[in-house]
């Protein structure tokens, strides 16, 4: 089965600094790459995610890549805000495949003001 | 309108006791999930379910059953709850294995 694994499972940067979180995935039939943020309290919700028909995909200040033949993906995170302090999971998939979604271990994301 | 809603938010009881968690989610899914979120963070994978079929069964004591009457209601049945137990589980939904939508949450705490 799939394996997801997530770096580095605590990143503390400045305010204004970017933040960057990486997953490999073991199986390269999976398609499908999303990101969820959890804030403290609350319930994972996406935040973004990536196909694999495409390498790179933006919005507004986070961003992620994928690289299929490396089986990696990144997520990227520029000008960080205080309010962007939570964990972050990745997750690998293949679409097709109801009900079977790998989870990364989460990366705690701290941003100092 | 709440997509994916849980039923209690919050749940104490004592060791022994039997409870059980409901979830509903009125986006048309055919993919529901459980979930168990301890103090350590981690999202474990306890089932999933597709159109009312059983996908996943991950290992998990068999205290815990879950059913699922319809597409858009999976529930999760805890008989003899012990101490370990205690986290927050959470219910989500998809359409096959696209983007997840979590449930607020139900945080059982185990006395």
């Known amino acids: 089965g799939e394996n997801v694994e997530q770096h580095p499972s605590t990143l503390s940067v400045q305010e204004g600094d970017s933040a960057v979180i990486k997953c490999t995935y073991s199986?390269?039939?999976?398609?499908?790459f999303p990101w969820y943020k959890q804030e403290l309290g609350k319930r994972p919700q996406l935040i973004i995610d990536?196909?694999?028909?495409?390498g790179e995909k933006k919005d507004q200040r986070i961003a992620v890549t994928l690289n299929k033949t490396a089986k990696h993906f990144s997520l990227h995170i520029t000008e960080t805000q205080p309010e962007d302090s939570a964990v972050y999971f990745c997750a690998a998939s293949i679409m097709a495949n109801a009900g079977k979604s790998t989870f990364g271990d989460g990366t705690t994301l701290t941003v100092k003001p | 309108d709440t997509a994916v809603s849980q039923t209690p938010k919050y749940l104490v009881t004592q060791m022994g006791n039997d409870k059980s968690i409901k979830c509903e989610q009125n986006l048309g899914h055919d993919t529901m999930y459980w979930y168990k979120q301890d103090s350590k963070k981690f999202l474990k994978i306890m089932f999933s379910y597709n159109n009312k079929e059983l996908i996943i069964n991950e290992t998990v004591p068999n205290r815990f059953s879950p059913k699922s009457p319809d597409k858009a209601h999976l529930n999760l049945h805890i008989n003899s709850l012990e101490l370990g137990d205690s986290a927050v589980y959470f219910c989500a939904s998809s359409a096959l294995a696209e983007t997840q939508y979590f449930g607020p949450g139900t945080r059982l705490l185990v006395l």
């Open positions: 199986d390269s039939a999976s398609n499908y």
């Open positions: 990536i196909r694999s028909n495409v």
